[in-house]
């Protein structure tokens, strides 16, 4: 049993900087006879995915083909012209990037998820042709108030044991914040499990930046803890998923406070209590789902959780509708890692292996083209 569990971990040393491909190992593959009894759970930052169409009020100059003529009109505003119209996002460039994404989905044995997270995503415009590229039939977003236009999605499958009941955006108080940021995403959903139907409500978050102070992300704990606690009040099982942007230098900590007001489990730390006990060897289990290579405001070769999934407790404990928190993992994969090398500083020759290979926008190549900055977490709910 031990080693079926430790079987399903994609592990790697964190920073170790010697860990050969033999040390990854699978990812858990869920059984044939288990796939109508099983709905998998993926969160996952895809780092910027920009349609080429301009959204009015919104700055996505960036993301645009350099010949728009809203593009060009911008770019004679900047200081550094040449360099803003050099940034040329095309429709070709798009179709790469959706096909990166769908190659991330592809190395996931056992299934791809029925419910998919999204973070960084810019409308419904840019969803709808991802969701086309993976598959999936139903997709909301939260058309929210961030200046880039960047918003959160779900995306969903539905089948005889998940059906999508509706969906509604939570807005942050803009006056208690620096500037307008992302709405935090409430999709509800009907899961049949031990012959009855369960309330289950998905929450997508992509809290303010580490460019904000701690005291933003705060009020997003803030608000949102409240309506977790209510929603679980009425029976209903929550999971609260996506990029919630906390490190362990923010004082205090909106994690724990959104986890304390809020009542629910942080997977990852459930995990990492669990696995030693299931003789899985935490040394190599992923430390974090993004690297700080270092800027002014983070250390260098730093790992953070920045994405996680936060759980109800009726989804530990009862049987009808359940966790199951062997399946959780930070995904990874040899092919789409890269390595980090410090150029300068004091850490000038140190190379850091197995990072996320983040997307370059601007290249034509697919294969120096990148994947994401974030890794995507992954858990499976176990159907009675």
């Avoid at 309330?199 to 949102?224: C, E, G, K, M």
Wanted: glycine share 6%; charged share 20%; aromatic share 10%.
């Amino acid at each position: 049993m031990i080693s079926n569990v430790v079987k399903t971990l994609i592990v790697f040393a964190m920073g170790m900087g010697s860990v050969s491909l033999a040390a990854y190992l699978s990812p858990k593959t869920i059984p044939a006879n288990e796939v109508q009894r099983t709905i998998r759970v993926m969160s996952y930052n895809v780092e910027n995915l920009f349609d080429t169409v301009h959204d009015q009020g919104k700055n996505d100059y960036e993301f645009l083909p350099k010949n728009h003529p809203e593009k060009i009109k911008y770019c004679k505003t900047e200081p550094d012209q040449k360099r803003c119209l050099s940034e040329d996002w095309t429709n070709a460039r798009l179709a790469i990037k959706l096909s990166q994404i769908r190659n991330v989905f592809a190395a996931i044995p056992g299934g791809f998820p029925q419910i998919m997270g999204l973070v960084e995503v810019e409308n419904e415009n840019a969803v709808k042709q991802l969701a086309a590229a993976l598959g999936f039939k139903g997709q909301v977003t939260a058309n929210g108030p961030d200046e880039r236009g960047i918003d959160v999605a779900l995306m969903y499958n539905e089948s005889a044991t998940l059906k999508f009941v509706k969906a509604n955006a939570i807005r942050l108080d803009p006056s208690k914040l620096g500037k307008p940021t992302r709405d935090i995403l409430e999709v509800n959903f009907k899961v049949m499990s031990g012959g009855a139907w369960q309330d289950l409500t998905i929450y997508v978050n992509h809290w303010p930046s580490q460019n904000n102070p701690v005291q933003s992300r705060l009020v997003a704990a803030q608000t949102l803890a409240p309506i977790v606690k209510a929603k679980m009040q009425t029976g209903a099982h929550v999971i609260a998923m996506g990029d919630f942007n906390t490190t362990d230098k923010d004082i205090p900590n909106p994690l724990q406070a959104f986890s304390q007001a809020a009542g629910v489990y942080d997977l990852d730390s459930v995990f990492r209590q669990n696995a030693p006990k299931s003789g899985i060897n935490l040394a190599l289990v992923p430390a974090g789902t993004y690297f700080f290579s270092g800027n002014r405001s983070q250390p260098a070769m730093a790992w953070n959780l920045l994405d996680r999934f936060f759980v109800s407790p009726s989804m530990v404990t009862r049987s009808s509708l359940i966790i199951d928190w062997s399946s959780y993992r930070i995904f990874s994969h040899p092919g789409l890692t890269t390595s980090y090398t410090y150029k300068s500083g004091p850490y000038a020759g140190k190379v850091i292996k197995d990072v996320p290979f983040r997307y370059n926008h601007f290249t034509d190549v697919p294969a120096q083209s990148g994947y994401s900055d974030h890794f995507p977490i992954l858990l499976d709910i176990k159907l009675q």
